[in-house]
């Protein structure tokens, strides 16, 4: 009989198979307007959670093999950059849109991508290192994976903030812009349960027994705080994406002009 975790991933991977096929349209679809990040962390996404099915199959029959475990954790870890990448993506397409370039925008843009990066070297490098026989080197990797997800839960405030600034003055927008506003409201509560899981995760993943480890721990939490959290907001964005003209209206229309108090450095 199948475990519970064995059966998460199993439907891991037939969910995640028309994923990778939407994900790639979508990439083709969109690629020819700027900015292109909103759309294709969508394909890397889904090919690690393809990938991640049956490294936890595997597990399932090979408890004990630590470099399954390792694999599993990062990839699971991981994972969750996309997402973000693609809510800063949605932040980048309402500022393209609707503003005029200023090199603080720049800034800002460049500003997000070095602290994305920080994030993900973290999680990669805590995930890298957990299974040293030395206590001192698993609890670097753990410390590194929890920095990494404080850096992860800081920038969902960081959209989140900006994203309600924005939804305020949506009436400025055009209208392409105001349907990323509301896609990204929506799926940034989701995306911050997925990043409370991962921290509870980190923090408990030596502890076998507790609920939140992740391969061996509760199923339903794993299901719920994971899995379909991180589903939703996959779903949120492919519809965002196809709901859309691939120029978002932006030929035919152009972006509105707006108030010096409607600035970037005043929403932002």
Known sequence: MLGPHTSLSIAQIVFYVPIVVLAIWLMARNWSKHPRMAWWPMV?????RLAGGPIVIALGNQPSNIGLIVAAIVLLN???IPLLVSMSGFFRIILMDNYPPSKRIDMAARMLRIAILIATGLLIGGGSIISQDSKSTRDTGRILQIVGYAVFAALICFFFGAQVRFFRMRHSFIPTSRKVNLAALAATPFLALRCAYGILQVTFEFNAAT???PVYGSAVAFAFMGLVA???????????????????GTTSQGAPVLNKADSPGQSV
């Open 44 to 48: 890397p996404l889904s090919l690690i």
């Open 78 to 80: 991981v994972g969750t």
């Open 211 to 213: 609920l939140w480890n």
């Open 230 to 248: 991180e589903y939703i907001v996959v779903l949120i964005v492919l519809y965002t994406g196809f709901s859309m003209p691939p120029d978002r």
